[in-house]
C-alpha cells in the first residue's frame, strides 16, 4: 500500500475555481476510473492535488481518462508531478495545518474540512485519510496555541490592520474613511480593519451610487460634495492623490477638536502626505506602501523561523503516519478504536479541543469508554507529560470524598494525624478526571464549581487558598439535564462542566467496529494468555453481532477474554463464547423480536442481575466489571428491586 500525490497545475483543468468542491456526479466519475482505495482532490490557487492511498504503485496512465471522464480536462492531457510516501504525507499535513507555500493560508481549514465530509459522505475515504485529517487538526491548534504562526501579519493591509490595533486598541468606535479606493484590493483591505474590530466605514468617490460589500455596511459619499478630513475620522485610506488635496491646516484643526486624539493616515500615492510635512504633527502616523511593504516583510522571515519548527512537528507527524500505516492499528486513535462515522466525529472533535484547557463532560453507557477519551485528550495536548488522576466519585464513600479531592490538614476529623495532598494538588499543571459525576454529593458540588471559576482549593479545616492549575474532564452514564430539571444537581455546575460535551456512542449502535474492537481483544488476550489464537469464526461473530451489548466495549472485552481462555484452537468458536452469547445467536426468532423490543432500563436490568449472579453476588467483584462505583450498583439494585436470593 502507498500514499501518492498529483499536483495538476489549474491550467490543464476546466475547474469551478481555488477553493471550491467539485460536485457529487464528478467525484463519482473519477471514482469509477481511479484506482485507488481511499482519495481525495483538494482545488488550490495554483494547483489541484489528487491525493490517493493505493495497493497498486503502478503509474497512474489512467489519470487523464478520470478527470477527462469528469469534464475536467482542458486538454487532450494534463501534465502532472509525482510525489509518493513521507513527501506526500507531509504535504497532506501541511495543507491540514492550514499552511500553503510556507505560509498561513486561513481559508484552508475550512475548506478542507468540507472536502473532507464531501469524501466521506461518498465513501471516497477510509481510515487513512480520517487518520491524517484528524492529526492535521491536532497540529494546527498545536501551532495556533504555541507559536505566533498564524498571527503574523504578512500582507500591507493586515500590517496596517495591526498597526491601527495598536495605536487604538479598541477599534470598535473608530471610524475609517476611505478616498476613492480601487475595486481590486479594497475587500482585503476591508477585511483587515473589520476583523481587528473596525465596524464604522466611510468611501469617498466619484461614484456615490457604487455598490460595496453588505458585510461591512459602508456609507458611501460623493467625494464633491463631502470633506476629505471630517473631525470624527480616525484613520484616512488614501488611494488617490487626484481626487485629494490634504492641507495641513485641516489636520491641525481636526487634532485641535478632538484633544489630539490619534490619527492614523495611509497614503498609498506615496505623494498627498509628503508635501505637508504632516507626519511631524503630535499623535499623526503616516505610513505609505513601502513602509508597509517593510513591515510585512519583516515579519514574513520571522513567521518562516517559526514555521521550520511546524515543518519539523509534521514530518515526526508523518513519520510515525507512515509506521502507522504499516502497523495493524489502522482503525486506533490515541488508543481508542473506531471506523464508524461517529467515531470518526468524535476522534476529530477530540483533536480540535485537545490542545486548550477547556472543560469537558463526557456522556455514555457505562463500557463505552469514557475514560479512554479522557485518557486521549489528555495525552494529545500540552499537559501530556504531566499527572492524570483518575477520580471516581461513585466509589469513594461520601464522608472521604472531600478530603480525597481537596485534601486536609492535621486534626481536621478523626484520624487526620497529618496533613494530606488532594488530588486536586496532585494534578497539579495536569489532568483530572472525574468519573460518576453525577454521584458527587451536593455539598461538594459548590466546592467543585468555586474550584472550577477561581482555580484555587481549600484543605478540610483549613482557611488557607491553594492556587490549581488543572484541567478538569468529567464523565457520567446518567442524564445530568435531567439530575438539574430535578433539583439533583446544580445548574450553575452542570453548564461549568458542560461547556464541550462529547457523547460516546452505544456498541449496539456502531456495530460495524464489533469485529475491529473483537479482533484486537484477540490479539490482547491471546499475547497475555501464551495462546495461538488468532481468528473469530463466522458462526461466533454473527453471535457477537446478534448480542445487543448492554455492557458495551467492556462487556465485549470481556467476553473475548473468556473466548480466548477457553478456545482450544487458532480460531474462536460459537461455544467458545459466554453462554449467554450463544444463546443470542442460537433463540428462535420470537425471542430476538423479543430482545430487540428491550427497552434500555430492562437490558440494564438484566445485565446487572446477570453479573451479580455470575460473581455469586460478591458486589465489590461486580462493580468492577460493570465499570461502576458502589454507591451506582446499590442505587441501581434499588431502582431495579434486584434483591439477592436467600440461598445462592
Given at each position: 500500500m502507498i500514499f501518492?500525490?498529483?499536483?495538476?497545475?489549474?491550467?490543464?483543468?476546466?475547474?469551478?475555481?481555488?477553493?471550491?468542491?467539485l460536485t457529487n456526479e464528478q467525484l463519482a466519475q473519477i471514482h469509477g476510473k481511479i484506482q485507488a482505495g481511499e482519495w481525495m482532490i483538494l482545488i488550490l490557487p495554483v494547483e489541484t492535488l489528487l491525493f490517493f492511498y493505493s495497493d497498486s504503485n503502478r503509474p497512474q496512465n489512467h489519470l487523464a481518462q478520470a478527470l477527462n471522464q469528469a469534464g475536467l480536462l482542458a486538454g487532450k492531457k494534463c501534465d502532472y508531478q509525482e510525489a509518493a510516501g513521507a513527501e506526500a504525507l507531509e504535504l497532506f499535513l501541511q495543507l491540514a495545518t492550514g499552511i500553503s507555500q510556507g505560509q498561513a493560508e486561513p481559508r484552508l481549514i475550512q475548506y478542507?474540512?468540507?472536502?473532507?465530509?464531501?469524501?466521506?459522505?461518498?465513501?471516497?475515504?477510509?481510515?487513512?485519510?480520517?487518520?491524517?485529517?484528524?492529526?492535521?487538526?491536532?497540529?494546527?491548534?498545536?501551532?495556533?496555541?504555541?507559536?505566533?504562526?498564524?498571527?503574523?501579519?504578512?500582507?500591507?493591509?493586515?500590517?496596517?490592520?495591526?498597526?491601527a490595533q495598536k495605536i487604538f486598541g479598541d477599534l470598535g468606535n473608530v471610524h475609517v474613511q476611505m478616498i476613492e479606493a480601487p475595486a481590486q484590493?479594497?475587500?482585503?483591505?476591508?477585511d483587515a480593519l473589520y476583523h481587528k474590530g473596525c465596524r464604522k466605514f466611510t468611501l469617498l468617490t466619484h461614484e456615490p451610487n457604487r455598490i460595496m460589500p453588505a458585510k461591512y455596511a459602508t456609507q458611501v459619499l460623493s467625494i464633491e460634495r463631502n470633506p476629505?478630513?471630517?473631525?470624527?475620522?480616525?484613520?484616512?485610506?488614501?488611494f488617490d492623490e487626484q481626487a485629494v488635496t490634504l492641507e495641513r491646516r485641516a489636520?491641525?484643526?481636526?487634532?485641535?477638536?478632538?484633544?489630539?486624539?490619534?490619527?492614523?493616515?495611509?497614503?498609498?500615492?506615496?505623494?498627498?502626505?509628503?508635501?505637508?510635512?504632516?507626519?511631524?504633527?503630535?499623535?499623526?502616523?503616516?505610513?505609505?506602501?513601502?513602509?508597509?511593504?517593510?513591515?510585512?516583510?519583516?515579519?514574513?522571515?520571522?513567521?518562516?523561523?517559526?514555521?521550520?519548527?511546524?515543518?519539523?512537528?509534521?514530518?515526526?507527524?508523518?513519520?510515525?503516519i507512515r509506521e502507522w500505516l504499516?502497523?495493524?492499528?489502522?482503525?486506533?486513535?490515541?488508543?481508542?478504536?473506531?471506523?464508524?462515522?461517529?467515531?470518526?466525529?468524535?476522534?476529530?472533535?477530540?483533536?480540535?479541543?485537545?490542545?486548550?484547557?477547556?472543560t469537558v463532560l463526557i456522556q455514555g453507557e457505562s463500557g463505552t469508554g469514557k475514560e479512554l477519551v479522557a485518557r486521549a485528550i489528555h495525552q494529545l495536548s500540552k499537559r501530556a507529560n504531566k499527572p492524570f488522576i483518575t477520580v471516581n466519585c461513585g466509589a469513594i464513600p461520601e464522608n472521604l470524598l472531600e478530603s480525597e479531592l481537596f485534601g486536609h490538614v492535621k486534626g481536621?476529623?478523626?484520624?487526620?494525624?497529618?496533613?494530606?495532598?488532594?488530588?486536586?494538588?496532585?494534578?497539579?499543571?495536569?489532568?483530572?478526571?472525574?468519573?460518576?459525576?453525577?454521584?458527587?454529593?451536593?455539598?461538594?458540588?459548590?466546592?467543585?464549581?468555586?474550584?472550577?471559576?477561581?482555580?484555587?482549593?481549600?484543605?478540610?479545616?483549613?482557611?488557607?487558598?491553594?492556587?490549581?492549575?488543572?484541567?478538569?474532564?468529567?464523565?457520567?452514564?446518567?442524564?445530568?439535564?435531567?439530575?438539574?430539571?430535578?433539583?439533583?444537581?446544580?445548574s450553575d455546575l452542570y453548564y461549568r462542566l458542560n461547556v464541550i460535551q462529547i457523547n460516546l456512542p452505544r456498541l449496539r449502535n456502531r456495530q460495524e467496529d464489533i469485529p475491529i474492537l473483537a479482533q484486537h481483544f484477540v490479539k490482547k488476550y491471546a499475547a497475555r494468555l501464551q495462546k495461538a489464537v488468532d481468528e473469530i469464526s463466522a458462526e461466533a461473530l454473527q453471535a457477537l453481532y446478534a448480542y445487543p451489548w448492554p455492557g458495551n466495549v467492556r462487556e465485549l472485552e470481556n467476553a473475548i477474554e473468556h473466548a480466548v481462555a477457553m478456545a482450544i484452537g487458532p480460531s474462536i468458536e460459537l461455544h467458545d463464547l459466554p453462554i449467554h452469547l450463544q444463546q443470542a445467536r442460537t433463540s428462535e426468532p420470537c425471542d430476538n423480536h423479543r430482545a430487540s423490543r428491550m427497552t434500555l432500563k430492562e437490558m440494564e436490568k438484566h445485565y446487572i442481575r446477570e453479573t451479580l449472579e455470575d460473581c455469586g453476588w460478591n458486589y465489590e467483584m461486580a462493580s468492577r466489571i460493570l465499570g461502576i462505583g458502589r454507591t451506582t450498583l446499590w442505587r441501581k439494585l434499588r431502582e431495579y428491586q434486584i434483591q439477592k436470593p436467600e440461598k445462592v
Open positions: 501518492k500525490v498529483f499536483k495538476i497545475t489549474n491550467d490543464d483543468l476546466k475547474i469551478p475555481g481555488a477553493f471550491e468542491k478542507l474540512r468540507e472536502v473532507y465530509i464531501q469524501a466521506g459522505e461518498c465513501g471516497n475515504i477510509g481510515p487513512v485519510f480520517h487518520r491524517l485529517f484528524q492529526r492535521g487538526i491536532w497540529l494546527h491548534e498545536k501551532a495556533r496555541m504555541e507559536t505566533d504562526f498564524f498571527r503574523f501579519s504578512i500582507h500591507p493591509h493586515e500590517a496596517f490592520a495591526e498597526l484590493g479594497l475587500h482585503d483591505w476591508l476629505i478630513l471630517s473631525s470624527n475620522v480616525d484613520i484616512l485610506l488614501i489636520i491641525t484643526r481636526r487634532m485641535s477638536s478632538r484633544q489630539n486624539f490619534p490619527l492614523l493616515i495611509f497614503d498609498a500615492t506615496g505623494r498627498v502626505t509628503d508635501a505637508n510635512g504632516i507626519d511631524r504633527i503630535y499623535n499623526v502616523f503616516v505610513y505609505q506602501v513601502h513602509d508597509l511593504q517593510r513591515i510585512a516583510q519583516k515579519n514574513r522571515e520571522e513567521q518562516a523561523e517559526v514555521g521550520e519548527k511546524i515543518t519539523r512537528w509534521i514530518r515526526e507527524e508523518a513519520a510515525t504499516y502497523s495493524d492499528s489502522r482503525h486506533q486513535f490515541a488508543g481508542i478504536i473506531g471506523a464508524t462515522p461517529e467515531m470518526q466525529r468524535i476522534f476529530e472533535l477530540i483533536s480540535r479541543i485537545a490542545q486548550t484547557n477547556i481536621a476529623f478523626t484520624g487526620a494525624i497529618n496533613h494530606k495532598r488532594g488530588l486536586f494538588e496532585e494534578a497539579q499543571e495536569g489532568t483530572i478526571f472525574l468519573d460518576e459525576i453525577a454521584e458527587l454529593p451536593q455539598q461538594l458540588q459548590v466546592k467543585l464549581l468555586r474550584c472550577l471559576q477561581e482555580g484555587e482549593v481549600k484543605r478540610v479545616g483549613s482557611n488557607e487558598v491553594i492556587k490549581v492549575d488543572v484541567r478538569v474532564i468529567a464523565a457520567t452514564n446518567q442524564e445530568l439535564l435531567k439530575m438539574v430539571e430535578e433539583g439533583r444537581f446544580r
